[in-house]
């Protein structure tokens, strides 16, 4: 059964820090996707990750997959306010694009 | 406007009635997704479709109910519902490795 875990799963920052949310996966898989979700709102997607080594940067969050380890990584450089919202991780077990297994989501505040 | 959209947006519904949540999409794509999205958890898939009557199960089928007689309908229907169905449910339709939500749906069963 292919299981996805984030950690951390709360995660309180200042702004200007740096920090990693880690999304581990059970199984072998090329495809890995990262959202965010505003509260009540639907999921909007921030990164589709589709090989080995793949890394993806937009403004201060940068992704990036490893499918040996079975990890990918969302790094948030120099947070801000705005940044604060549940980001998810999810990994496409059939790599057939939508068959989606989530990980738990990690929340993150960004205080001033 | 192309896009997928889902009906109704917010529900409250009694013990054991039938309830149908609508999805309707645009771009005519092949594959449509059925998740649930409950209180601190990620999103669970319910059902998936390939194609028009094509479907499957997903993590947590039961007790739901899936047809897809057009390409661009999806719908989902609780036959009975249960408290435990209280949930936000997201559709979803990829073409490719993009996939794309719709807005959700937040249902009550009291």
């Known amino acids: 059964e292919l299981k996805v875990e984030q950690n951390p799963l709360f995660l309180s920052m200042q702004e200007g820090k740096n920090y990693t949310i880690y999304c581990n996966y059970s199984?072998?898989?090329?495809?890995l996707y990262w959202y965010r979700q505003d509260p009540g709102k639907s999921l909007e997607s921030l990164f589709v990750l589709l090989s080995n080594g793949a890394v993806k940067q937009e403004g201060r969050l940068m992704a990036s997959l490893d499918t040996k380890a079975r990890l990918s990584t969302l790094h948030i450089t120099a947070a801000v306010h705005d940044l604060s919202a549940t980001y998810f991780c999810a990994v496409d077990k059939d790599n057939q694009g939508g068959k989606l297994i989530f990980g738990q989501g990690t929340e993150l505040s960004v205080k001033p | 406007d192309a896009g997928i959209t889902q009906s109704p947006r917010y529900k409250i519904t009694e013990t054991g009635r039938q309830v149908t949540l609508m999805c309707h999409q645009t771009w005519s794509h092949s594959y449509m997704f059925w998740y649930r999205q409950d209180l601190g958890h990620g999103l669970r898939l319910i059902y998936y479709s390939a194609a028009a009557d094509i479907t499957d199960k997903g993590e947590v089928p039961d007790g739901y109910v899936v047809s897809r007689s057009k390409t661009e309908n999806f719908p989902l229907t609780l036959e009975s519902a249960t408290r435990s169905q209280t949930s936000v449910y997201f559709c979803?339709?990829?073409?490719?490795?993009?996939?794309?939500f719709g807005e959700g749906s937040w249902l009550t069963v009291v």
């Open positions: 979803a339709s990829s073409e490719w490795a993009t996939i794309y």
């Open positions: 199984t072998t898989s090329d495809r």
